[in-house]
């Protein structure tokens, strides 16, 4: 599975949009882009997948990058409680078979201000 | 919404033990795993497991770890003689088909 890249730590203000960035240079044409967050020492928490095209569901939208080398997840109203570890995980695609294992790395942590 | 339980919350035991932690995935899930998180570090895989088996484990999981699937819905995650270095927080996950992965929120396993 590719690499990702993720900052260490973010900032944002309650109520404003949180993008956080992820870059995945080597990523192969059958990988698919993972978020899921993880609150404090809770199980992680799947927020949403793609594969080249923008996604959107009720947590948050997904912006890869036509290159598909980066992409962003957007949580367009941040509250307090979106306060966490975000992980971005690039894995082969959920069609194949196989154990399909995720590998985390640090994330990105989150804090939103009041 | 269906959601991935284990229990204990919280384990403690002595050194030299034997745990068991145990999982009940989402009900039609299919595949089952197990991932750890020692305190202030990554979150690690340890199992994955489908059709009664073993799909691919980590180096993690040696012989002192098992799992196991004694029903149809429960899944669970054996060590047979704790290490200190045991200590930390043990997610189970299930997923059915192409669906992502749903995690529980962990037993706390502490080796004392």
Redesign the interface.
Known sequence: DAKTTQPTSMDCAEGRAANLPCNHSTISGNEYV?WYR?IH??????II?GLKNNETNEMASLIITEDRKSSTLILPHATLRDTAVY?CIVRVG??NQ?????????GTRLTINP | EPEVTQTPSHQVTQMGQEVILRCVPISNHLYFYWYRQILGQKVEFLVSFYNNEISEKSEIFDDQFSVERPDGSNFTLKIRSTKLEDSAMYFCASRRGHQPQHFGDGTRLSIL
């Open positions: 993972y993880q020492s809770q199980g992680p928490q799947y997948h992980y959920v069609y196989g154990a399909q294992k995720l590998v985390f790395g640090q």
